[in-house]
Structures are given as structure tokens and as C-alpha cells.
């Protein structure tokens, strides 16, 4: 059975406690063996959107980048452009929101690296058998590493139900391009009744897909390439995807990419799951969001199948109901972890053990 280590956290943590939970995980799991002299180490995270606030914090991570250093290797923090038009659709802005957020050089002693590129062209196709790609495109930087850190904050999410491994390593580690075959299904519909023609939506969306039609949003389907952004902003929640079913084949193409960017890494992976601060939306949001529930703790595993079903049932033990599925109805989470099972990126059953 893969392990899965998990240390709680205090309701009400300070940095040191953090850092040091993050250590001693590191430590239990032994994960210092991954990490090689000369070898470049790609640790990926999510910077955070501007304004967002649930996101992992710099000051946490900082002693465990400086144990990975002590090896000798060359670590760097990474993530890829977005698809939607925000502060980390280029390289540039991307730059500069996660320097704005500390993570800098100066705080962290490692470079940021944007591992697709200013134009996201900066990527290679990875050969996987899946049920809908035969290969996945994946960001160069992070596919040329050695090694991998992936350091994923678990919240809920607009067309997926969940955020965390999974899909920090599926979208994560693909470019623009990749992004968009992932959410090819997804079609959103406007309603009409609830439309207030602000036109939001219409600034947002990267496509220019949508414009003002008789007092109400219209999207062109044709220009639409699924990012759900319009979704996302539309604050009176006028525009939904279309099809219930639009959940399904993106996450089995989410467990099929991230399958794709471990493919080459084989033992030279580890992964810590954040559930602190778990929202029911994801730091693409440029907003601060509620707290669904206590900060519960920090996972590590090798195996980010059995690092996502570990924290679903943390959560759902700590909430005392399927909160996610409650939340999310339309997005049943447990297809992203299933399929990845089955493609054989990792395994559901996990034997959880405490760290202090
Ligand atoms: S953001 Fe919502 S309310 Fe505003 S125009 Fe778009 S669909 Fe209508
Ligand atoms: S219309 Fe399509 S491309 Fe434009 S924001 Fe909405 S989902 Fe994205």
C-alpha cells in the first residue's frame, strides 16, 4: 500500500509551525533521496492570482528549499501561463505577480522560471496511452528537470470539483495549448433571465467570443475554447457550462496530461498537499475567497493518486460530509482520481501515517 504522511495542523498556525511540519514530512518520507548534485529541480506551485490570498505562502516552503539545496542540486519554483487573461496569461505579468506575491530570489534564494515560456510555445509532446490523447504536451522546463517538487493547495474548483495534485500537475505543467485540448468539452451556455449585460465577460474572455446581443451576453462557440473564465467572472452567475457530463472527459484528460509530465521522472518525484485555507474555488481566483472549513494539515507522498484520495477523505472526515460534491454537484471529483488510477499514475489505496 503507497504511504501517505500526513501531519495536522493547529487551527490557528504560525510560519515556524508550518515550516517545520513541512520538514519533518520531508524527513519521515525520506524524500532527500530524489534530489541529486548538479541535477535541476523543478518545484512547481501556484503563485497565486492578484488578489487572491488562499495560496500557498512563501515563508512556509522556505527551509524546505533550502534542505533540497543542501544536496547540491539546482532547484527553481515554476508554474505555466494561464489560459484565461490575467495576471499570469505571459511570462512577464506571470513574473511579476510572483514577485509581488514573495517569491523572489531575494526571499527564497531560488530564480522563478516560467517553464512554457513567454508565448507558451516553449514545450515538447510526451508520448501517453490514454483513452483521449496518444501524447500530451508538455512545458520543456519542467519536462528537462531531473526532479520534481510538486507543492499543491487543495481546494474546490469550478468545472473539476477538486484542486489539488492532479491537477496542479496536469494543468500545471502544460502550456496554453495543452490547457486548451484539456477543456475542448466545456461549452458555456448564458442565460438570459439572469444576464445583466455588464459586460464583464466580454473583457475577460481571451477568445473574443462573447459580445452584447439584445441587452444579453451571446458566445460564439466557434471562437470558444472551454477556458471557463466567462464562467468564472460573471457575478450573477449568468453563465454555466452547458452539459453536466463537460466534467467528465476534462478530468480524465487532466489525469492523462498529468500522467504525461511525471512519465520520464520515475522515483524523482514527491508531493505535499496543502489543505490550509481550502476554498471553493482555486487560486486562479483574483479575489480573496472564504475558508470552507479549519485548516486541517500537510500531505506528502510519492504518489499523487494516493496523496488526492488521502486529502478528500481528510477533508470529508474533518467536514463531516462530501463538502466538495455538495458544493460542486455537477463535477464529480472522484473521475480525476479514478482515471488516473487507471492509467496507472498512482493507486487509491494509501496507508496514512501521523507525523508530528
Ligand atoms: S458577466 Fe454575466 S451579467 Fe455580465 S454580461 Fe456577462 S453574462 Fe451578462
Ligand atoms: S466564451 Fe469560451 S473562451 Fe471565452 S471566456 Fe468563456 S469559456 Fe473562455
Redesign the pocket.
Known amino acids: 500500500m503507497t504511504k501517505v504522511w500526513f501531519s495536522p495542523l493547529n487551527p490557528n498556525f504560525d510560519i515556524s509551525q508550518i515550516q517545520e511540519k513541512v520538514l519533518s514530512l520531508y524527513n519521515a518520507a525520506g524524500f532527500q533521496k530524489i534530489f541529486k548534485a548538479k541535477e535541476y529541480t523543478a518545484i512547481k506551485i501556484h503563485f497565486g492570482e492578484k488578489n487572491n490570498t488562499g495560496h500557498i505562502k512563501p515563508q512556509w516552503i522556505k527551509p524546505l528549499i533550502n534542505v533540497i539545496k543542501k544536496s547540491g542540486c539546482k532547484p527553481f519554483l515554476t508554474d505555466t501561463n494561464t489560459?484565461?487573461r490575467g495576471q499570469r496569461f505571459n511570462s512577464i505579468d506571470h513574473l511579476m505577480q510572483a514577485y509581488e506575491h514573495g517569491f523572489s530570489i531575494e526571499n527564497l534564494g531560488v530564480p522563478v522560471i516560467i517553464a512554457d515560456g513567454l508565448l507558451s510555445k516553449n514545450f515538447s509532446e510526451v508520448p501517453v496511452k490514454g483513452k483521449h490523447f496518444k501524447s500530451v504536451k508538455i512545458a520543456n522546463d519542467i519536462l528537462h528537470s531531473h526532479s520534481f517538487v510538486v507543492l499543491s493547495h487543495m481546494t474546490g474548483h469550478i468545472l473539476t470539483g477538486l484542486g489539488a495534485a492532479i491537477k496542479n500537475l496536469a494543468m500545471g505543467s502544460a502550456p496554453r495549448s495543452g490547457k486548451q485540448v484539456q477543456h475542448t468539452d466545456?461549452k458555456?451556455e448564458v442565460n438570459p433571465e439572469k444576464c445583466q449585460a455588464c459586460g464583464l465577460?466580454i473583457t475577460?474572455?481571451?477568445?473574443e467570443?462573447?459580445d452584447l446581443y439584445d441587452g444579453v451576453a451571446r458566445?460564439e462557440l466557434d471562437?470558444?475554447?472551454?477556458?471557463?473564465?466567462?464562467?468564472a467572472t460573471c457575478r450573477y452567475q449568468a453563465?454555466n457550462h452547458s452539459f453536466s457530463n463537460a466534467s467528465i472527459p476534462l478530468q480524465e484528460k487532466m489525469a492523462e496530461y498529468a500522467l504525461g509530465a511525471v512519465k520520464d521522472k520515475k522515483g524523482k518525484v514527491c508531493y505535499f498537499n496543502f489543505l490550509t485555507h481550502i476554498s471553493k474555488e482555486c487560486d486562479c481566483m483574483g479575489k480573496a475567497q472564504d475558508k470552507l472549513i479549519q485548516d486541517i494539515g500537510i500531505l506528502a507522498s510519492y504518489d499523487p493518486v494516493a496523496i488526492d484520495q488521502a486529502s478528500i477523505d481528510l477533508l470529508n472526515e474533518k467536514a463531516g460530509n462530501d463538502i466538495l460534491s455538495q458544493l460542486w454537484p455537477e463535477n464529480d471529483y472522484n473521475v480525476q482520481i479514478s482515471h488516473a488510477e487507471k492509467i496507472g499514475l498512482g493507486t487509491r489505496e494509501y496507508e496514512l501515517v501521523y507525523v508530528e
Open positions: 489560459l484565461y466545456i458555456p465577460c475577460w474572455c481571451p477568445k467570443a462573447i458566445i471562437k470558444c475554447y472551454g477556458c471557463a473564465e466567462c464562467i453563465i
